[in-house]
């Protein structure tokens, strides 16, 4: 089971951190993600990192997310800096077969 947190409103400019706590199994033998989705439009990769720590970005957030392991919950976060109103979605922890239940990141000023 994967679930996320940390997701909320913020202003253009602003930061957030997600979290995503696993469950059940180790998820460090993963390569594990983060999507996000509007309505209306395909569930889109945002970042990625493989079981041995390589990390791989959407060409919208490079330098501005980062993705790292986090071994206190099992799982991941997604650090989000100068976030844009094109940010604005839901956003999804992934793993193998496994999806969490989404959080909502909110952009506008």
């Known amino acids: 089971q994967l679930v996320e947190s940390g997701g909320g409103w913020v202003q253009p400019g602003g930061s957030l951190r997600l979290s995503c706590a696993g469950s059940?199994?180790?998820?460090?033998?993963?390569?594990m993600d983060w999507y996000r989705q509007v309505p209306g439009r395909q569930r889109e990769l945002v970042a990625q990192i493989t079981f041995r720590g390589y990390t791989s970005y959407a060409d919208s957030v490079k330098g501005r997310f980062t993705i790292s392991r986090d071994a206190a919950v099992n799982g991941v976060s997604l650090e989000m800096n100068n976030l844009k109103p094109e940010d604005s979605a839901v956003y999804y922890c992934h793993a193998n077969f496994w999806w969490g239940q989404g959080t909502q990141v909110t952009v506008s000023s």
């Open positions: 059940g199994r180790r998820f460090s033998d993963y390569t």
